[in-house]
């Protein structure tokens, strides 16, 4: 099983390297040295979390429909094609418009798309796969070894681009993302070798699937839980919101490179990944909400830094946000994954794990379009673009500090005396019946 978790690592790394040239360079170009919307680059970075429904739809058809004998590995393998190609053209379509706007946005949206499409259909495929091939005992090992694996990935991606990109023209640019976009295929093609049986049912794989109205039902029908569904919108939104907006806000506001801009990721990730194994060794001994609530005041605290930082301007104040706010989201990430375990009904594990999932990927969005709408608004009435970035920063701390709030009230116990009570049982049956 070990070989087995490692490859699903590199299928999880694989993936996550196509997210990182988008979320850590290009948004950067196309806001600074192309002058493109905020928000519109924001839209066209979200669009997997846009698409994130369909995942329901494509979990529950690969089970029915298997191809060539495997019911994962050939949608993981289209997903993965679709995610690179998605790379490999997202520089040439942000040359494009700044030249052709309306052919720009039309390309923009067909190459982003694909990117969203494949990051949708390969992670639903590889998770499924996961949770298969694991069995239920063996799915925490599992997963810490995958998003281990990612949080490196996503360091030496950002890494390496930055070299890739020293000194930054834009033939530099589109060299580096057919090189990452390669690699990542390479990697996720050795991860699959000989990964899923062939022909068998493997332990524990039955299906759950779940629509977006049953997710829905479940967080409605309990109060505990819409708290949970509410901290998670304002968290994420907040923390995960600024990813398109922390490398350009570097640039406008330090004078800082396309090369120096990109390290900011991979400066980011490393305390992210600190944080974890730090997560991971205080796990039994220290409460998780002590343990969460520690990472969300963390990357408040990193925002605050980071807003202030913009104001004195001092670059060395903004390095040192960026690496309270990867701590924090490092923290947070763990603690808050490991109550999302809890927050579960015996039997209906997947239908909860469908819905926080859901909540995520809404709040990614969420975060996203409105930190670009923020930016682009506020520049506009300023005249200053540095105050439209301050004000995203200073919102996001506003979000986060709301989610510190909210989180005091979430009660795991509650939770599960409600979840126990026969109306709310009746009606999680009935919506899974309709």
């Known amino acids: 099983m070990l070989r087995k978790r490692f490859q699903l690592g590199l299928v999880h790394a694989a993936v996550a390297m196509t997210l990182v040239p988008i979320n850590s360079t290009l948004n950067r170009v196309m806001i600074k040295e192309l002058a493109i919307s905020a928000t519109v680059v924001a839209i066209l970075a979200s669009l997997p979390y846009l698409f994130s429904p369909i995942q329901v739809a494509i979990g529950s058809y690969s089970d029915r429909h298997p191809l060539l004998g495997f019911r994962r590995t050939p949608y993981i393998v289209l ?14 379509v942000a040359f494009l418009m700044s030249q052709n706007w309306w052919l720009g946005v039309l390309a923009g949206v067909l190459a982003f798309g694909a990117w969203g499409m494949g990051y949708n259909l390969s992670s639903v495929s590889y998770l499924s796969l996961a949770s298969e091939l694991s069995g ?30 020293d000194p930054y023209s834009p033939a530099a640019l589109m060299r580096a993302f057919w090189m990452v976009g390669i690699a990542a295929l390479i990697l996720g093609l050795l991860g699959l070798i000989s990964l899923e049986p062939r022909f068998r049912e493997v332990s524990g794989s039955r299906s759950e699937s779940y629509t977006i109205k049953q997710m829905a039902d479940a967080i409605l029908g309990n109060h505990q839980a819409k708290l949970f569904f509410w901290y998670l919108l304002l968290l994420l939104a907040a923390i995960l919101g600024q990813d398109v907006l922390l490398e350009p806000y570097g640039a406008e506001a330090f004078g800082l ?40 005041l963390g990357a408040l605290a990193g925002f605050v830094i980071i807003f202030l930082s913009g104001l004195v301007p001092h670059p060395g104040m903004f390095y040192a946000g960026v690496m309270l706010l990867g701590s924090g989201t490092g923290l947070s990430t763990v603690a808050n994954l490991s109550l999302m375990f809890d927050l579960t009904v015996p039997g209906e594990v997947g239908l909860f794990i469908g819905a926080w999932g859901f909540s995520n990927a809404m709040s990614r969005l969420v975060g996203s379009v409105l930190g670009g709408a923020v930016r682009d608004s506020v520049t506009k009435l300023t005249g200053q673009a540095i105050i439209g970035y301050l004000s995203v920063f200073g919102l996001e701390s506003i979000l986060l500090l709301a989610a510190v709030f909210l989180f005091r009230r979430i009660d795991v116990a509650a939770f599960r005396r409600q979840a126990q009570e026969p109306l709310f049982i009746e009606k999680v049956a009935m919506a899974a019946d309709n």
């Open 79 to 92: 997903g993965l094609v679709l995610c690179v190609s998605g790379v490999i053209l997202s520089p040439r």
């Open 136 to 165: 239920e005992n063996r799915r925490g090992k599992t997963i810490a070894t995958m998003w281990f694996m990612m949080i490196v990935s996503i360091i030496i991606t950002a890494i390496s681009l930055s070299r890739m990109l």
């Open 257 to 296: 490179s396309v090369t120096e801009t990109t390290r900011i990721t991979s400066l980011w990730g490393i305390f992210v990944l600190v944080a974890i194994l730090i997560a991971g060794a205080l796990e039994g001994r220290v409460n998780k909400r002590s343990v969460a609530q520690w990472g969300n």
